[in-house]
């Protein structure tokens, strides 16, 4: 199967295209610029597009192509010094979709899959969490301008589908974790690599995760699998609390967590005087998410254990043997 990755410089986007590669397909990358393209592997095509947006030219990088795997995007960006947030978000994210997605059609491509966010669900806040969570039946509701165009890409590709014969999935991932993770499983990873006490023994929060490896996997089931046409996923491959990550991470880093328990109220205020609020909200806060329907639905199952998964993360990190890149 040939098939184009966007935003395969990513650290989703990169993973992909070897899962693509070692499973025998044929993988277009599309590239921003060829210095985005220099830590792709050599075996697969690139192909130079330019930033995202309605006006991108797909013509070229879908020929021949029988599936999309669309993944860039304009992401969460904590100091947004644009004017209008929204409007770009829109104008990248919903309107580059939809012209991807228009394209793709015009070219014949038979699958497109399409990988959204599990904010476009919620942010967790308000959540009965002795419940399932959040599941492809929710009526949507986003809390912020990165998931509400999320949201609208995706009515806008299933209304595409709809007058042709592309068929779409819809990825609503969590948050992944895996070797290189960016962010704050990057900080947090660095904070416990110190082997220094870290306050974050007492949050017993519930947040559903999915593993790099286990997510390219997923993708590229939904290329061809005829139970994914049409369908709309929120796959997860496991629900931990903020401590119980922190333990795990620490096995891969070979270091024992020092863990202090200190009550929420108090991490809560120091952590806004030290203007780290939000962050700490992402590390409290709850966010469950219910797989039941992708796996039912593919009979798909992760093939890398979180544990497994998390320990590899640890030790990407402390560069050990083990580690996967």
């Known amino acids: 199967m040939r098939v184009l990755v966007t935003g395969a410089s990513g650290y989703v986007g990169n993973r992909v295209c070897r899962v693509l590669i070692d499973s025998g397909h044929d993988v277009i990358a599309s590239i921003r610029s060829q210095e985005d393209g220099d830590n792709i592997r050599a075996t697969v095509d690139k192909i130079e597009v330019g930033d995202i947006e309605p006006e991108t030219d797909w013509t070229e990088a879908l020929k021949n192509v029988d599936g999309v795997i669309h993944l860039a995007a304009r992401a969460h960006i904590l100091k947004d010094i644009h004017p209008d947030p929204l409007a770009e978000f829109r104008r990248i994210n ?82 992944v974790y895996g070797p290189g993770a960016p ?93 780290k609020g939000k962050t700490l909200e992402k590390l409290c806060g709850s966010l469950v998410v219910n797989p039941t329907h992708v796996l039912d639905k593919l009979g798909w199952n992760p093939k890398t254990p979180f544990e497994v998964g998390l320990k590899e993360m640890g030790a990407a990190y402390a560069g050990r043997p083990g580690s996967k890149p």
């Open 94 to 175: 919903c309107e580059g979709t939809q012209s991807l997605a228009s394209a793709a059609v015009t070219a014949g491509v038979k699958r497109f899959v399409f990988v959204s966010s599990i904010g476009v669900n919620g942010d967790g806040q308000g959540m009965n969490y002795s419940g399932t969570g959040y599941s492809e039946k929710d009526e949507p509701a986003p809390k912020e301008p990165y998931a509400l165009s999320k949201l609208e890409a995706e009515m806008a590709l299933r209304h595409i589908c709809t007058k042709s014969e592309m068929t779409y999935t819809i990825i609503r991932p969590p948050l």
């Open 183 to 275: 962010g704050n499983f990057r900080s947090l990873t660095g904070l416990l690599s110190k082997g220094i006490p870290v306050p974050l023994g007492a949050i017993h929060n519930r947040r559903s995760l999915i593993g790099l490896n286990n997510l390219a996997d997923l993708l590229m089931i939904c290329l061809d699998h005829h139970a994914a046409a049409d369908e709309t996923f929120t796959p997860a491959d496991c629900c931990i609390s903020t401590t119980e990550l922190c333990s795990n991470i620490s096995v891969g880093l070979s270091r024992k967590p020092w863990l202090m328990p200190i009550p929420i109220p108090l991490l809560k205020l120091l952590a806004s005087l030290l203007g």
